[in-house]
């Protein structure tokens, strides 16, 4: 199920103030998702997609004032309660969209006072943890979830008394050329604006001034020059009998990112290297190496490091390289 994509989908339709509400089957459908995606969690304990996606689908469904069961809820709930919204790494950006979820359950009194009180104490808790994973740079887990957390901060209305929101704010503010795709625009532009995604289901549309306007958008200019980037691609035992499968100099533009890379090194040994992206809200997304597929029933994913452990925070088509810098594609579970 796209639980995810329909979520954002549901509250970029909502911030949008259409002039006819949406059609009440994309809302159902949402809330078949959101069973439909528990299908098998007893064998598997946890959403088919992730819970990043499943609170989403809970925060979507508040936003347009639909009551959520209270089974979904607790799903969440017993998730946070007993450390499972993470994936083995970072969980800052899946606590973040929980605890707006939570909030917003909470807020728009759209569970009973009971439930309410327990929803608002696990925001809380969230908000927490939230400031003590900050660390020295300001940045609370990494850059893109950075602006998660600070939404937290400003739904629960703790970003007055805790300090590390405005490091964090500090943080985001030098670093806002990260955010060059739409999806990652969306979560920083509201928190610029004192907002959070909790403010799109107070919204008043029909005092909303149509003020969007068509941007001309002006072709990047080209980097001249050239540069050669190392790729590696690794694949752990017990899943592939070498370590290494592949180990080669790529040379390309100088303005090239991570996904010219893999085109070029295809395109000069088609017979050694391939590979496939599927596209998601968040641009192209690693899928396939060498004929090895990632898959999220196997809990796995294609990590992207810079030589020799450094994790990439953005995506094959946002990271450009350095010149002879070497990045490695490892297949790794979460």
């Given amino acids: 199920p796209h639980t995810g994509r329909l979520a954002l989908y549901l509250l970029g339709l909502r911030a949008a103030c259409p002039a006819h509400s949406p059609h009440r089957s994309l809302v159902t459908r949402l809330k078949y998702y959101l069973e439909e995606d528990w299908t098998g969690s007893r064998r598997h304990g946890h959403p088919r997609t992730s819970y990043y996606q499943y609170g989403l689908g809970v925060l979507a469904l508040c936003a347009h004032h639909k009551q959520v069961r209270v ?32 909030t917003c359950l909470e807020q728009r009194r759209l569970v009973r006072t009971e439930l309410a009180a327990e929803l608002r104490a696990a925001a809380h808790e969230a908000s927490r943890s939230m400031a003590k994973a900050q660390g020295p740079d300001g940045v609370i887990g990494n850059i893109y979830s950075t602006p998660w957390a600070l939404q937290v901060f400003l739904a629960t209305g703790t970003c007055q008394t805790e300090p590390a929101f405005g490091q964090a704010m500090a943080a985001l503010l030098q670093n806002l050329e990260a955010f060059s795709t739409a999806a990652t625009m969306a979560q920083v532009l509201p928190v610029l604006h004192g907002r959070s995604y909790l403010d799109i289901a107070s919204m008043h549309c029909q005092e909303e001034p149509d003020t969007l306007t068509p941007l001309a958008m002006e072709a990047p200019a080209e980097v001249p020059g050239s540069k050669t980037v190392q790729l590696v691609v690794e694949c752990p035992l017990p899943w592939c009998y070498d370590l290494k499968l592949y ?11 991570l996904l010219d890379v893999l085109q070029a090194a295809a395109a000069l040994e088609p017979h050694d290297f391939s590979f496939h992206t599927q596209d998601t809200f968040q641009g192209p997304f690693l899928t396939e190496v060498l004929g090895l597929e990632a898959r999220q029933d196997k809990r796995n994913y294609w990590q992207l490091l810079m030589a020799p452990n450094i994790s990439l925070e953005m995506g094959v088509a946002d990271y450009k390289p350095q010149n002879k ?5 490892r297949l790794s579970e979460w």
């Fill in 247 to 257: 180990d080669r100099l790529v040379p390309v533009p100088a303005g090239a990112s």
């Fill in 325 to 329: 810098e070497t990045l490695i594609l």
């Fill in 71 to 102: 089974e979904v809820i607790r799903r969440l709930l017993t998730a946070q309660h007993h450390g499972r919204l993470g994936h083995g790494g970072s969980a800052v950006d899946t606590e973040a969209v929980v605890a707006l979820a939570f």
